[in-house]
């Protein structure tokens, strides 16, 4: 049966790939960097429909050391502009594991305040930065040293970043050709970023636990299939390829 007919014909049940099914790391500043992947496992069908809600926001990093005396506060400048956010969280303080609120936050000087109980504490902080950066979704074949990918989105954080996107919606514009959506089995979705800051989603593990970035945002809507569908995988390649040539 040809391809297109088998992907007629397959039962697609709609969902989204979530931030936690995928395999994530930090970020390299000035330097593209994938920093979130996942392997497929069944066949995938990325959602491009007015009802599809695709969520993207990736925070900066940082990391601060409070001073060696306790209930003293402390004003800590952040190394990037902080932007107020309409879709998540501007920032997000964590003292050796645990979430705290800051004193109070300065939008203009790019900084916060901070009281805390006890000396040489690990504040982990992650913020919604305006600094400019590019984020590309793509979906990479297996085999050829990962060679072998495809753009499925490309967008600026300046964008992301200051939108509703409950409101205005943000989708991926699939133009090139019908088998663009497509993940076979065994193909990667990757999230590269290239920023002029870290991008983590958590930080190393502190004494109450493993900081993570609850403010960020990474959801692709889908449609997957438990269908075995001949010959996709050739098919889907052989289009990336044409696509790339």
Known sequence: MAIQNQLKNANWIPGSVTLREFTT???????????????????????????????????????????????E?????????????????????????????????????????????????????????????SVEIRKTAPGAGGKVNQTLKEAQTAILHTRDQAQQEVRFGFERTPLQPYLPRKFRLQVVVDAPYTVAFEAPERANGTPRARNALLSLPRYQTESRIEGLGTAVKQDMIGVRG
Not at 108 to 129: K, P, Q, R, W
């Open 73 to 133: 506060t402390e004003t800590f400048e952040l190394g990037n502009n902080l932007v107020k956010s309409p879709t998540t969280e501007d920032l997000l303080v964590w003292e050796d594991g645990a979430v705290v609120q800051p004193d109070s936050v300065d939008y203009d000087s790019n900084a916060f305040d901070y009281t805390s109980s006890g000396t040489e504490t690990d504040l982990d902080v992650f913020y919604i930065a305006r600094n400019p950066a």
């Open 25 to 71: 790391q930090e970020s390299t500043p000035d330097e593209a960097s994938v920093v979130a992947e996942i392997q497929v496992g069944r066949p995938l069908q990325l959602r491009d429909d007015p009802d599809s809600e695709l969520r993207l926001a990736l925070p900066a990093y940082e990391h601060f050391t409070t001073d060696g005396t306790a209930d």
